[in-house]
């Protein structure tokens, strides 16, 4: 999983405007394997992850564990960060940038 540059630059650029406390970070390469890659070898994409995890233990886990659970308030903020970086994608591209 290869994220390309432009897009990075714009999720960043459109989350930092969102007037949201900073709540983000880069996190280093891994290894692991990702099917969305084959989606980024046809366009150009992004990859980030949405914490949902709160003092509660039980979101503590791992995606995959069968104890995974997630606090549901984090939803609003994933809605909100693809909605803007579309609209944002979209308003760019309208204009040439």
């Not at 692991?32 to 150009?44: L, R, S």
């Not at 609003?76 to 944002?88: D, F, R, T």
Request: glycine share 10%; proline share 7%; with cysteine.
């Amino acid at each position: 999983m290869v994220n390309d540059h432009a897009m990075v630059d714009l999720l960043t650029e459109t989350v930092d405007g969102l007037n949201w406390p900073k709540g983000w970070s880069s996190i280093p390469p891994s290894t692991g394997g990702e099917d969305f890659a084959f989606y980024c070898e046809q366009i150009p994409g992004v990859f980030f992850r949405l914490g949902s995890g709160n003092e509660d233990e039980r979101t503590r886990y791992p995606l995959h564990h069968p104890m995974f659970d997630l606090d549901e308030t984090a939803m609003p903020y994933g809605v909100g960060m693809l909605s803007s970086i579309a609209l944002e994608f979209l308003a760019r591209n309208s204009r040439g940038d």
